[in-house]
């Protein structure tokens, strides 16, 4: 029969286009070129819900960008590295290279199903040896540029397994070991960082380049936590100098202690012998907790006096210091002075713990009485009790005290920033192998350019140990070193994915461009002409849980690659779109332990893509996401089914005769042409569900007309081709079928985007006349068939209505539609 059935006609596109390579990616310096790109999947085994919600509207944009004349590139890969490949491989016993194949294999059939306009022949994949040498190249370039480097830095230690552990293996608010349940220790190991920090002034004022979501934006300005004040040098008693960083210099003279992070050099030097043994408690155990907890607000306070002193510079005052978990080792100088009169932490420290509180800012007017909380104001207020600075306003005090501490010598400015260098280091053997060997003769050597890969074994044993195969495995760890020639070991870490993710967008533009062969430290890692060509990336899509960590690193790898001459541009991604989230049909999360996990599998099985597609679009606006309505999706597939009868199906021939009304097909012409303008409008800022909504309007008046003279008029068949091209980006399948159907032979996604006509759009206007008390008054000018209450507001609100019925109260008012309108005042 010649019903819809998107069970044959889906499969049977998908072939064709693939054949025809309508996809393939071709540099075409003819057209403009778009650079369409959605964050790449983790292979964790089945495409999910999240998978198709994300992909499927980025689909749609990029077909509409193609439609409009682009030379759109949409490519697709696999984050391939990490952990859970880890875990399953110590499950069942197989490599994780094993699985991890096997599962994108999997994921690209699915992937297939969607329709998208994926350009395979780009595809990445991050734990092949061609794309993680190239990784491995990046880190020897930013070893050379001394942007990478190596320390000592914490990471979360089970004693009792004798391992360290991942975030993910760290269970409970007094974080123990997944496995035996012992309390997690911090242990300090040597590992690599990226120097982030060099750029976090300009990772700021980059994002005025971009056009990015505010949200975003402002994650990444908080993350990075660019602060302004002064370092001022305090001394002990015995007088070892104790530097210190504050944003409010203009509060010297109100510190009345000192607090130094558990973990400050100095801590063990000023501790007095009756308090060595609290101090020595308090360090092991601030040791066990994170910065989370460390630093959170509503943490109570806890601390312990050191039975130290220290001198204040600005009045030579005696303080004690003490030290507490809520100053973090990492941040400033890991010391503050503690002002309990204008910051709350050292407020409910000091009151906590009895100590003075001297107020140093007072209110707007002059207020100097005692506080019961912090005055934080940077606003108002006048310096107190502080000497020759008395009076001087809050608002200029900072800056005026900042320079006199330069020209006395005792402090200086100081910008401090949140942001940390970026550990890369990973205990892991999933991972691309961190390309470096320690020679006891030479020292830290970089593997040579031309010996990349450094090759992950595909031998090593998985042991539930926790710590990484690489390590145990002979083979891989013991080498010669590349200088000497002597023994020597490997670096038997690998990189954070996240390293991996920050350049897959350059990857996809030319990936494994020399394959199997010798690379140099003179290559490049994608073909220049095709980077040239399709650099940077000018709209991605992606989930705002990455707004901070990935959005941030592939905003530095790019500047450092600036900086090496690998690129010539400075951002990576000219737009950004954060979809929402899309939910169960309990409206909660999605997870396996809910039992609430829809499988698109199985809707694409019984509606197919299209309609999926569709319905994922529908169901509200993309930001927002939503839960999944099992009863909704209804709803398209019977649109879908309503387009293919409008088309597909033979109407009255006797209607084709006569002569279709003149209103009628001016009706026609004007949805028509609104409908492109909207559905134009909504798509290109990824409205999509709106969109749809007028697709259905459209197709609702189509069927409606399909029993009139309008039926098989030119209009008649302009209009359902239009509506064909309308709906190409969204529901490519069906879209293509009809359009062959109506005799076409080129696909539908090589056409050009319908233009609407706004002139054509327009609604008519007709006079209708305003009467009061019967008298003609005023008249409106509105579209036809304007409703009773809209005529009826309009009219009350005429300035001539207001006059004539100024004081006297509205009784009643009559509406003819398409008429007139009579207020009846007295
Ligand atoms: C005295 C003071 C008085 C402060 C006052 C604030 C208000 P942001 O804005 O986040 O940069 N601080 C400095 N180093 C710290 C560390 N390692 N751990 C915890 N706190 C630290 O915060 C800077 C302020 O946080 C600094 O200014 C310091 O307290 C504290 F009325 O110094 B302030
Ligand atoms: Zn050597």
Redesign the pocket.
């Known amino acids: 029969s010649d019903r819809y059935n998107p069970q044959e006609i889906e499969p049977k596109w998908q072939k064709i286009w693939e054949e025809e390579g309508l996809y393939r990616t071709v540099e075409d310096p003819e057209r403009p070129k778009w650079y369409a790109l959605t964050m790449l999947p983790y292979p964790s085994g089945d495409l999910h819900t999240g998978h198709w919600y994300a992909f499927t509207p980025s689909d749609a944009a990029a077909r509409w960008r193609r439609m409009n004349g682009y030379n759109v590139f949409f490519p697709i890969g696999f984050d391939a590295f990490g952990l859970p490949a880890e875990n399953a491989a110590i499950k069942h016993g197989i490599h994780p290279k094993e699985w991890t194949y096997a599962n994108i294999e999997r994921m690209r059939r699915q992937l297939r199903q969607m329709g998208a306009m994926w350009a395979w022949d780009r595809e990445a994949i991050t734990c092949d040896p061609e794309y993680y040498k190239w990784t491995q190249w990046f880190f020897l370039k930013f070893y050379e540029a001394g942007l990478a480097y190596r320390e000592y830095a914490p990471v979360d230690w089970c004693p009792s397994c004798n391992t360290t552990l991942a975030r993910e293996q760290v269970w409970g608010e007094d974080r123990h070991c997944e496995r035996c349940g012992t309390p997690v220790i911090k242990k300090e190991l040597e590992q690599w960082k990226f120097r982030i920090t060099r750029y976090a002034d300009e990772l700021i004022e980059g994002l005025n380049q971009i056009d990015w979501p505010e949200r975003v934006k402002v994650m990444q300005i908080n993350w990075i ?1 660019r ?1 302004e ?1 002064a370092e001022v040098t305090f001394h002990t008693e015995q007088g070892d100098p104790v530097v ?5 210099p203009d ?1 010297l003279w ?2 009345t202690f000192m607090v130094l ?1 558990p973990e400050h050099l100095l801590v063990d030097k000023v501790t007095t012998p009756e308090q060595w043994e609290e101090v020595q408690a308090y360090k092991a155990a601030a040791a066990r907790l994170d910065e989370i907890t460390r ?1 959170a607000t509503d943490k109570e306070k806890t601390g312990v006096f050191t039975g130290g002193y220290a001198i204040n510079p600005v009045n030579n005052e005696r303080i004690p210091i003490w030290i507490a978990d ?14 309990p ?3 709350q ?2 407020f409910e420290f000091a009151q906590k713990f009895g100590l003075e509180i001297r107020r140093v800012i007072s209110g707007p007017n002059g207020e100097d009485g005692p506080l019961t909380e ?1 005055y ?1 104001s940077k606003e108002e207020g006048f310096m107190i009790n502080s000497g020759p600075f008395d009076g001087t306003p809050v608002k200029e005090a900072a800056k005026k005290v900042t320079a006199w501490l330069e020209e006395t010598g005792k402090g200086k400015a100081a910008v ?1 920033y ?1 942001l940390r260098d970026w550990l890369i280091s990973r205990q892991r053997m999933w991972g691309a192998p961190i390309p470096i060997i320690y020679c006891p003769q030479c020292g830290t050597v970089p593997v040579p350019y031309e010996e990349l890969p450094v090759r992950l074994p595909d031998d090593a044993e998985f042991k539930p140990t926790g710590e990484s195969p690489l390590k145990y495995h002979a083979g891989f760890r013991y080498v010669k070193c590349p200088r000497c020639g002597g023994d020597a070991e490997r670096e038997t870490d690998t990189m954070d994915t996240f390293m991996c993710s920050s350049w897959y967008h350059y990857a996809y533009v030319s990936p494994y461009w020399k394959a199997g062969e010798t690379i140099h430290a003179d290559d490049m890692p994608w073909d220049p002409e095709k980077g040239e060509y399709w650099l940077p990336v000018d709209q991605y899509t992606g989930g705002i849980e990455h707004a901070t960590m990935h959005l941030l690193y592939t905003r530095f790898f790019t500047k450092a690659l600036r900086d090496l001459g690998i690129v010539n541009f400075d951002e990576p991604m000219l737009r950004l779109f954060n979809q929402g989230t899309i939910l169960g049909p309990d409206g909660e999360k999605m997870s396996k332990s809910r039992g609430n996990v829809v499988n698109p599998d199985d809707y694409v099985g019984k509606y197919g893509a299209d309609t999926v597609r569709g319905y994922l679009m529908f169901i509200g606006p993309w930001e927002l996401g939503g839960p999944w309505d099992p009863s909704a999706i209804e709803g398209v597939s019977r649109f879908l089914h309503r387009v293919w009868h409008v088309v597909v199906e033979e109407g009255d021939p006797a209607q084709q005769e006569a002569e279709p009304a003149g209103e009628e097909l001016r009706a026609l012409e004007r949805k028509l042409h609104q409908t492109i303008l909207k559905v134009t409008d909504d798509i290109a800022n990824f409205r999509f569900n709106t969109a749809i909504a007028a697709m259905m309007e459209l197709n609702n008046l189509l069927l409606r007309l399909k029993e009139t003279p309008v039926y098989g008029s030119a209009l008649w068949q302009e209009a359902i081709e239009t509506l064909i091209l309308l709906m190409a980006p969204i529901f490519p399948h069906i879209s293509e079928e009809l359009w062959h159907r109506l005799g076409h032979t080129e696909s539908v996604h090589l056409q050009r985007w319908p233009e609407g006509d706004p002139e054509k759009a327009r609604e008519e206007e007709i006079t209708v006349v305003v009467q009061v008390n019967g008298k003609v008054r005023d008249k409106l000018l509105v579209s036809p068939g304007t409703d009773k209450a809209t005529l009826e507001s309009q009219a009350l609100a005429l300035g001539n209505v207001q006059k004539w019925i100024d004081g006297k109260q509205v009784r009643k008012v009559i509406v003819v539609p398409d008429r007139l309108v009579n207020i009846v005042v007295g």
């Open positions: 936590g602060s004040g210190i960083f504050t944003t409010r509060t109100g510190a992070a630093t809520y100053v973090m080792m990492g941040y400033g100088t890991g010391a503050i002075m503690a002002v009169a204008h910051d932490r050292d912090a934080d401090n949140r």
